[in-house]
Structure formats: C-alpha cells, structure tokens
C-alpha cells in the first residue's frame, strides 16, 4: 500500500515537472518569437541563464495563476459574469507581468499586450499538456474524481445510497432529429444507450451479438399548442401550464406584455405554477437547477432566469455558476479560446451560405456570432461543470437545460451542418456526466429530454415580403410602412446573455408597457402570432371584431400563408377559421377538424384547451403548414422556429433508463409537459427521492426546518474544483 502511495507521489511529481517543462519551453519560444518580450538583460545573457528566467518565471505564473486567480474572481463578484469571461485574457497578462517582476533573475520583460498574448499561450499550453497526461493515464482521472466527491464527503455526515436522477434537457432537439443523429454516427453516447446505431430499439433475438443490450428507452411526447421552452419547462419543473399561451403575450388586466425569456415574467409564471399546484416544484428537495428558466424550487440554483431579478437577496444564485466556473484559470482560458474560435466558425459558416446563396436564409449578422459562441461555448461548459458538481456533492436531483442546439438551428435550420456539429458537441458532455456518474457517492440515473422540437420553413417576411403586423394592419384599414420591420427573436440563448450582463431582456420598457391606445398589439411566437386590441378589456368575439374590422377576419383567415384562427365566439363560445369562409365550432372539432386535420391528432384538443386560458389573444393566429415537407411559416426571423402547431416542433423526446418504468402504458402517448413532469415525479418516488412539499395559499414552503434546504449562495468547493 506504502508502495502505491509513493507511486502515485512520484507520477503526480513528474506530471508537475512535465508541465513545468512544457511552460518553460513556451516562454522561450514566445521571446524569440515576439519584439517586446525578452528574457535576457540588454547586454545579452548565456543561454543558461535565459533558461533559468524562463523556468523561474513559468513556475511564478503557474503559482500565481493557482494562488491568486480564485481571489481575484472572489474580488470581481460584481462584474457581470460575461464581461468577466472577457476579461480572463486581460487578468492572466496582469499575473505574467507580476511573475515576471518577481523573478530572482529579474531579467524577464514585456509590453503589457505583449503579456496577454504570453500569458493566454501558456496558460492554454498548460492546460492541453495537463489533461492530455490525465488522459493518458486512466488510473488519475479516477483518483481525482473521488478525491473531489471525498471532500464533499469528510464534512458532510454519510449520504444516500439510493439512486438520484439527474435531468438533461437538450432544448429545442425534436425526436426525429434524435433518432436522425444517431443513425448518422452523430451522437455516439446516444446510440450506446439505446444499443444500436442506427436508431432503432432492437430486442430479443434482434440483437446481434456485437451489440450492446440498450440501457435506455425512447419515448417521443406531445407539446402543448405552444410549443416553446416557457410552456414546456414551465410544466415539467412546477407541474403547470395553464395560462401560458405563447411565448409572449399581452395580458388586458395588467396591460404588460409577459414574455417567458423576461426574468420578471419568468418569476411571475413561477408564482402563478405554485399557486395553481400547491406544491413547490420537482427539485424542491435536496434538488439543484442548473441554465434553466425557471428554479422548480430547488434549493441550488445558478444560471436560473426567474431568480434574476433579486439582484442582492442572498437567496440569488443566478450566477453563480459562472464564479464557480471561471476561478480556475485553465477552465477560463480554454472557454475563452473556445468562444473566439467559435465566433470566428459562425462568421465562416454564415458568409459561405450567403455567398451560396443558400434559401431559406436570416440574417446572422450584429451581435448574433457572440450570441451563438455564449450559447454553445460558455453556456454549455458552465452549466456542465455545475452538474458535474451537483453529481460529486451527492444531490438528489438535478436539472440543467443546454440551450446550443435550439441556438444554432433558429439560424441555421434544425437539420443543417452547423445544427449537427453542435448535436455532437453536445453528445461528448452527456458522455462526460455519464463518466462523472460512476465516480459519484452514489448511483444515478441519466435521462435526456427536449421542450420541444423545431419545424424548418422560411419567414413569412421573407416569402410574402411584410410581416403579420403589416397584414392586421391592413385588415383593419390602418397605414401600412412600405418597408416591413424585423420581429424580435425569442430565444432563450439571448435571454441568457443580458441576465449575465444585468441587462433587461428587451431594452425598451413600451414593449412591455404599451400605451392604451385603438390599435391592435401583434406578437409572434414562432409560427404563432397573437393579435390584441389593448382598448378593450375583456377578450373580443368574433361579432365584435367583426363590428369593428369587417375586413380584419376574413384577410387573416385567406391569406396562403396562414393555417387557421381562433377566436372567441358570443354564439359558439369559440370557432376556429379557415380560408373560404370555413367556421367550425370548438366542440365540433373532433368530427369537423377542417384547417385543422393536416396538423395531425391532438391539434383540435391543443385548441381547445388554450382557449379556456384567461390571457388567450383577442386573435390567435398560427401560420400554414405544409405535411409533405414539414415546414411552416416563422412571424419571427427564424428558419427553424417552433412555438405554435405543425410538424416537428410538437414533438419532442424523452430519453430513460430502463431501470425507470416506462412512461406510459403500451400504446398511449405522452402528451403535455404536465404529464411529463408527472412522469418524473414517479420516477423520483421509485428511487426513493424527495416527495415534493405542498405549500399554503401564498405559495410559502411549509417544510419543516429539518428538511428545508440550505439557503447559503456559497458556491461548494466540489463545483468550484469542477
């Protein structure tokens, strides 16, 4: 055992020396390579001694960077977390010129941008050489996991050895796509679970015998008729979404345009759930939520958008998880590396396409290629690395939201080249959790799900040449712009990156406080739009809308490039309308689906039940839909949308161990993110995990104290070393 020990001393020394070497070897080749940084006095020195400088100040600045990078994060709480990702190159240079100050041989020299550069090469030259020798060498990669788990556990008494479940959400990757990503070698870590690699779930004797037995199952599920990420996590983390009727929408009672990727909104959606529930959400107990718009109660929470609103409560955790991240200096310098590169890969990839001139196109211009390198870069190494903590700490349930695929695919279209690089990207971090897991104090259970999925199409701005805007003006007479405006994007990416810059989500406050006026608000979610009239308080019927727009319907409900209408109705409660004067009652749907019956089953049950919602549009319009190809119309700047009815966007997936029972009984489908989240909650139970706590009427938790979590915002020394 004596022996063993020593072994392992005497390899961790030589991996040090290694990468000391390594460090050295780079600092002399960077000072023969730039003009402004010398390791030798004016007069010259022996090429002994350059090497000793260099050594002496390689080993300075890999002290520092050990000793004194988590400090300065600590100092830099207050910078938004990613202007600090920005500023990692600008701190590094700073720690090179204090090492090179403090060299005995003090012969070490360099302009200050000369030493961001030096310092960003070294620290990525070290980190490479660092995980390239753990890589090597199996055997310490499983030491310094349980070492991580070990400290966790030495102050903390004995945890469970139940099983706990930890919950991916792969967003906006619908089921098909899935199973085409597997089938194309895509997601190899995918293809294992499922024990085949063509996408298939062979069984019994179909199973050859080079192939794994599968360890998953893959259960496709239905969205609710809006079909974005608010409804749907809003449903599977608090278990409601009643009252949720599109990504954005205007409320007459408020007169407030909520939108989901808003914190206010989203903290207010959150309220709403637990009312209507009574219970406090999925991850109440010991549960952590990780990248995710809303918190589902659980008592760790980072990169949480509903909590971003409490800028100095000690309760706020939004984002901690960045901290966390970056006060390792190698996780800071490679994300660092990663999101340039990136950014440079999008400026390539979107100037290829418009020099194709590829159809159907958006605009990728403007702040967009920071926006997607945050979403599939920062984003994502974050958010892994929290859970990578939360699975070394023990915790019981875990719930992280990856928003890079739904990022890319708004851009470049759900089954693009650049939406399948990102599916693979995002494979090798499901199959890092899955590494992590075995080496965690106890056992878990991986499940991957999606929100929803994305139907591909071209605008209905780019193919009709005005917006849905300009035609509900023109429907009701009003002056309609000769150019038509861009519709602003609803993805959750762009939320993200204003919460981490204590930006708002929309920066003109009249956009969510519209001022009373006769003219109609129009909204776009996706292939959905909404059209209000704010003068009027109560929702508007048919009869009214005709009274006073006689034009208005019928201009909707014939234009090509719209499916159906819903509207409320003094006669039939509510109609759904089509093109050529088709008027079909809400509860005549099932024998009559007119415009209805290409958007397949569960279409007219989606209407019906939106329609019972109390903030339900004046107008609810959801765009054409073509069966053949898949596509619909986006109202938004998107080739790949979703958020309303048609195609692939409804249908998303549900990945689970087949130690879980199955979701459903043999040939019933899974429909709504509330029966998801009923799912789970089973699931949680037959891993003897938490029971969700109710709570009273003002949504207060009504646990005990012995149950309640920990409330204290400090980050664990698990997830700071993750």
Request: with cysteine.
């Amino acid at each position: 055992m004596r022996g063993v020990r020593w072994r392992r001393v005497a390899s961790q020394i030589g991996r040090s020396a290694t990468v000391w070497a390594v460090s050295t070897l780079t600092m002399l080749v960077l000072a023969a390579l730039l003009p402004d940084f010398r390791l030798q006095s004016a007069d010259g020195d022996s090429a002994t001694r350059i090497a000793v400088t260099a050594a002496c100040g390689a080993g300075a600045f890999g002290v520092l960077s050990a000793v004194v990078w988590p400090l300065l994060v600590r100092l830099l709480l207050l910078v938004p977390a990613l202007v600090l990702g920005l500023l990692v190159f600008f701190l590094n240079g700073s720690l090179l010129l204090l090492a090179l100050r403090i060299n005995p041989s003090g012969r070490g020299e360099a302009a200050p941008e000369t030493a961001v550069i030096v310092a960003a090469v070294m620290s990525a030259v070290a980190s490479a050489t660092g995980a390239a020798l753990a890589v090597r060498d199996d055997e310490t990669y499983r030491r310094r996991l349980h070492r991580l788990a070990a400290r966790r556990r030495r102050s903390d008494p004995p945890g469970p050895t139940t099983p706990g479940l930890v919950l991916v959400q792969l967003d906006g990757v619908g089921h098909d796509v899935l199973g085409d990503a597997v089938r194309k070698g895509l997601m190899p870590t995918v293809a294992g679970w499922l024990g085949t690699g063509d996408g298939t779930q062979p069984t019994g004797d179909d199973i050859p015998r080079s192939t794994p037995r599968p360890t998953h199952r893959l259960t496709p599920w239905r969205t609710d008729w809006s079909s974005q990420t608010g409804a749907s996590q809003l449903g599977i983390l608090h278990g409601s979404t009643f009252d949720v009727p599109a990504f954005r929408w205007y409320e007459k009672d408020r007169g407030e345009v909520m939108v989901c990727n808003r914190p206010t909104s989203a903290a207010e959606l959150q309220r709403r759930a637990i009312l209507r529930t009574g219970d406090g959400g999925l991850l109440a107990v010991d549960g952590a939520s990780r990248g995710n718009l809303f918190s589902g109660g659980a008592g760790e929470q980072a990169l949480v958008l509903s909590i971003a609103t409490r800028r100095r409560a000690r309760e706020n955790r939004s984002r901690a998880g960045y901290f966390a991240y970056f006060s390792d200096p190698a996780n800071a310098v490679r994300t660092a590396l990663s999101f340039l590169a990136e950014v440079a890969r999008e400026i390539g990839q979107s100037t290829r396409a418009r020099m194709r001139g590829q159809r159907p196109r958006v605009s990728r211009g403007g702040l967009y290629p920071l926006v997607r390198a945050f979403a599939t870069v920062v984003e994502r190494d974050v958010v892994v690395a929290a859970v990578m903590g939360d699975m070394l700490a023990g915790r019981t349930a875990v719930y992280a939201d990856l928003v890079a695929y739904d990022e890319v695919a708004h851009h470049s279209g759900p089954g693009s080249r650049d939406a399948e690089k990102v599916l693979q990207r995002l494979d090798r971090s499901l199959a890092l959790l899955q590494r992590v897991a075995e080496h965690a104090p106890r056992p878990y259970r991986i499940v991957v799900l999606s929100d929803h999925g994305q139907s591909p199409g071209e605008t209905f701005r780019s193919r009709y040449g005005l917006t849905l805007g300009d035609l509900v003006r023109a429907g009701c007479g009003l002056h309609v712009p000769r150019r038509a405006e861009h519709t602003h994007s609803g993805a959750e990416a762009r939320a993200a990156v204003r919460a981490a810059l204590r930006r708002p989500v929309e920066e003109k406050s009249e956009q969510h406080h519209p001022a009373p006026g006769s003219e109609p608000i129009v909204l776009a979610s996706g292939n959905l739009g909404l059209v209000s009239f704010p003068d009027v308080p109560h929702r508007m019927t048919k009869e009214e809308i005709d009274a006073r727009h006689p034009a208005l319907l019928s201009t909707l409900a014939n234009h090509p490039g719209i499916g159906f209408l819903l509207v409320r109705s003094a006669e039939h409660d509510g109609v759904v309308l089509g093109a050529r004067g088709t008027e079909i009652p809400l509860a005549e749907l099932d024998d009559r689906p007119g415009p209805l019956a290409r958007f397949g089953p569960g279409a007219a049950a989606a209407v019906r039940r939106t329609h019972s919602f109390p903030h339900t549009a004046d107008i609810m319009v959801n765009s054409a839909f073509d069966p053949a190809d898949g596509e619909v119309l986006a109202f938004e700047e998107q080739i790949g949308s979703h958020g309303g009815l048609g195609g692939a966007q409804s249908r998303p997936f549900l990945l689970s161990p087949l130690e879980l029972s199955a979701p459903v009984d043999g040939e019933a489908e899974l429909t709504g993110a509330e029966q998801v989240h009923q799912v789970l909650r089973r699931w949680l139970g037959e891993l003897n995990g938490p029971q969700v706590p109710l709570t009273d009427d003002t949504g207060a938790d009504t646990r005990t104290d012995d149950t309640r979590p920990d409330d204290t915002p400090d980050d664990t020394e698990d997830e700071r070393a993750a």
